[in-house]
Nanobody, 124 residues
Framework: QAQLVESGGGLVQTGDSLMLSCADSGRTFSDYSRGWFRQTPGKEPEFVAYIDWRGRSKRYEDSVKGRFFISRDLAKNLVSLQMTSLKPEDTATYYC?????????????????WGQGTQVTVSP
């Protein structure tokens, strides 16, 4: 049973915005860092963004810098990824993940807990 639940995906056009959310389910990950990864068919999941457990340290993959913004609501145990100026190459299944050190990581192997993913499709 998934312990992280993503929502907010959908079909949009180039230049549109979407907000993805990741909620804790069944347990809380308040002291974990949180990451977003994305995957397209036939490829390995790639890092998109992470935020540390306090919400102070953030990091982004180069292609999304200035367009995507990660945040977390510690009171609600909710992590969000605001995606703006979307491009067709952003089309993927987006996964939320939790990493126990709390410091954040760009490596998917460091994340032990994953959601089931939400599809984002950006049409030309």
């Amino acid at each position: 049973q998934a312990q992280l639940v993503e929502s907010g995906g959908g079909l949009v056009q180039t230049g549109d915005s979407l907000m993805l959310s990741c909620a804790d389910s069944g347990r809380t990950f308040s002291d974990y860092s949180r990451g977003w990864f994305r995957q397209t068919p036939g490829k390995e999941p790639e890092f998109v963004a992470y935020i540390d457990w306090r919400g102070r340290s953030k990091r982004y993959e180069d292609s999304v810098k200035g367009r995507f913004f990660i945040s977390r609501d510690l009171a609600k145990n909710l992590v969000s990824l605001q995606m703006t100026s979307l491009k067709p190459e952003d089309t993927a299944t987006y996964y939320c993940a939790a990493e126990s050190s709390g410091l954040g990581s760009t490596h998917r192997q460091d994340y032990a807990h994953w959601g089931q993913g939400t599809q984002v499709t950006v049409s030309p």
